[in-house]
């Protein structure tokens, strides 16, 4: 149970905040407050934890050899985004990683998980990435999925607490569920690293973003490792619009492909370089076209819905928690029992300052 008075404090220093969304009331920590993490949220009827950050390694023999002394479990880290989905009252939603309630997730549950598991186990929340190309926040997507969007769970949490249901019990709900879960590689040892760099290039080589370690302990440690084009991807979709983001986010990447090539063995080939340079030109160049077309650089997003209802407050939270882009909602139509939202991501920063550029304006370096 987190401390009344933490709880006063947070709110005092403006780390906390009471939120009404849905029907529902509740407290929301948007930062990380003494031992509470950011996303945590308080409801009348229990407290969820906000999801721990979880360290990168950039090194695998070297971090696994450093951070791990018990045998670890291997999971496959799925490109989408993460919420937390849990019972409150007489509903089931789920919570962004920030502590927003996501209506695109809460709403398409049904489709995806057995509700009878919050039945019977109340003070449980399934931590789940949703991922697919039709979601409405991000562009990546796992190559395996093709259309529309799959929950993918990966821990269970008890209530309360933040703790974890340990790797078995995790296990046996999933199977008795019949609950959609990440891919599990299997439990590994310092010893089997040669095993784990072959899994990496495997995975490299299929597209797919990596792997969430974890050690097979109350509490273990818990490390992440990418692979060299889930990097590559990240600088090729969010070049357009570079503004947005801090230098930091590419350089770390860039630092990443390298590392990940020299513990790989990975030769460094004229094709790679093309690539790396091709996903930050192409970027500018999409967008310096699109202005030149529209006005603007933006990205279109559809998503699919059960409520038409869910649609318009997915409409709402966006253009309530978006910074620095203009939500635009340009369509809502029915289509095979679904309705299908359409709205446009405009990124307001990029816009700006090619309009600047484009029509002969000074920037002073």
């Known amino acids: 149970m987190i401390d009344p008075g933490a709880v006063r404090e947070a709110v005092r220093k403006k780390k906390a905040r009471r939120e009404e969304f849905l029907g529902y009331e509740y407290l929301r920590f948007s930062d990380d407050f003494e031992n509470i993490p950011r996303g945590t949220a308080l409801f009348p009827d229990g407290e969820v934890f906000g999801y721990p950050h979880i360290g990168r390694i950039f090194m695998l023999e070297r971090g696994i050899s450093d951070q791990f002394k018990a045998p670890f479990w291997v999971e496959e880290k799925v490109d989408g985004f993460n919420v937390r989905v849990f019972r409150s009252g007489e509903g089931v939603i789920a ?32 931590c789940c990435e949703v991922a697919g190309p039709e979601n409405p926040y991000i562009e990546e997507s796992p190559p395996y999925i093709s259309s529309d969007i799959s929950f993918f769970v990966f821990d269970i949490m008890r209530k309360g607490s933040g703790e974890f249901l340990s790797h078995r019990e995790k296990t ?61 991807s990240d600088i090729k979709i969010t070049a357009s619009n570079m503004l947005q983001l801090p230098a930091e986010y590419y350089t770390n990447r860039i630092m990443r492909i390298v590392l990940f090539m020299e513990e790989e063995g990975i030769e460094r080939t004229r094709h790679l370089y093309e690539e790396l340079g091709r ?9 310096i076209e699109q202005f030149k077309k529209e006005g603007k650089v933006s990205r279109e997003f559809r998503c699919r819905f059960r409520s038409r209802e869910m ?55």
């Open 95 to 126: 919570l962004s990683r920030g502590g927003y309630i996501c209506p695109f997730s809460t709403d398409r549950l049904k489709d995806f998980i057995d509700l009878t598991f919050f039945e019977e186990n109340p003070d449980f929340v399934l």
């Open 172 to 232: 046996q709900l999933i199977e008795r569920y019949s609950l959609p879960a990440v891919e599990v590689f299997g439990l590994f040892e310092n010893k089997d690293v040669q095993t784990l760099k072959d899994l990496m290039l495997k995975l490299d080589r299929e597209g797919r973003e990596g792997i969430v370690l974890k050690e097979d302990l109350p509490e273990g440690k818990r490390a992440k490792y990418i692979t060299e084009s889930a990097n590559l």
């Open 279 to 287: 996903a930050f030109i192409d970027g500018l160049f999409s967008a």
């Open 311 to 365: 649609a318009l407050a997915q409409i709402e939270l966006l253009k309530r928690t978006s910074r620095h882009i203009q939500v635009i909602h340009k369509d809502l139509y029915e289509e095979d029992g679904y309705y299908v939202l359409v709205f446009e991501k405009v990124f307001l920063n990029m816009t700006g300052l090619l309009g600047h550029l484009l029509s002969g304006g000074l920037v002073f370096d």
